[in-house]
């Protein structure tokens, strides 16, 4: 039930602090810290490489995944959209693994890939938030997200609680003496989180002066940020029909910079300190040629807090605060232009359909 809230989307944003902290007791051990369970480690420590296979939101929570695989556990990853997999199969590694994510457990274009692989002998996990779906009944082992029902079409909490347990299996796989208290850190992301769901008055007001009539926007980003910013522009697109692109905002000069004019709306995201003087150049661009940007930027990172800030988190974990005034943003563009937020037209919550 979504009790006293307007629709289930916000309802699902503002559940995301509790959901982390669900996580977090889920996959804790007696010792304390944070583990998965023995077999599926194992599956892990066999593997030469991991495929990760999934569809929309979950894809982009799963290009994240491979930076937490190969920066903490030092595991090879390839992510692939599943309905391009399933019918232009790479050369694969001699011992792959793969890990399908999925929300509802049912979409046609992973279960697919799912049982080609099967036939093909090779070991698969699915981290979904459905316990008895299609893809959890079906591949060898599963994950669970423990989000609790997502009702919106438009993928949130979800999408945090893919983040969170990915970061958790790839610090439990990590070869590496754990020199980082992946605990402590998502308990902080999760503060984040909340800090995050109280702007709602900031993003509000953002989207009335930064989207209202626009026709299309851009989100840009280097590194975790360029990944948070495809699923900023997959929820803008899809709650509030303006169109949106994700960008590495190196790539901007090298096409699309074309496409700003006067007021385009341009989404910067700059938490990765190692990136952000970079990215910060690329809104010089495009301000130049007259755009309208907002910089989401991180406190802790010594640099001008000239837009939306988040508090500090661990550089590995800002995409789980990150996201949240994009989802926000996208909500309040959606809800402002007059459109069915939980339910988005030509939409399905699980596409069943390859
Ligand atoms: C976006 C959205 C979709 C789903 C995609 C995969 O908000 O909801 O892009 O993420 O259809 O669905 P699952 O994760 O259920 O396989």
Redesign the pocket.
Known sequence: EKGTYPHYMLKEIDEQPGVIRKIIAAYSTEEGTLDIDPYIKQAFQHADRLYVI?????YHAGLIGKEYFEKLSGLPVEVHISSEFGYNMPLLSKKPLFLF???????AD?RQVLVKVKALGYPSITLTNVPGSTLSREADYTLLLHAGPEIA???TK?YTAQLAVLAITAYAVSCDAHKLDLKTELAIAANAIQTMTDAKEDLKKLAHTFLTDKRNAFFIGRGLDYYVSLEGA??LK?ISYIQAEGFAGGELKHGTIALIEEGTPVIALATQSSVSPNLRGNVKEVTARGAHACILSMEGNNEPDDGLVLPHVHELLTPLASVIPLQLLSYYASLQRGCDVDKPRNLA???TVE
């Open positions: 999934a569809a929309g939101t979950s994510i999925t929300q509802s457990g049912e979409t992973s079409v438009a993928s979800a997959l929820k899809e919550k699980s596409v």
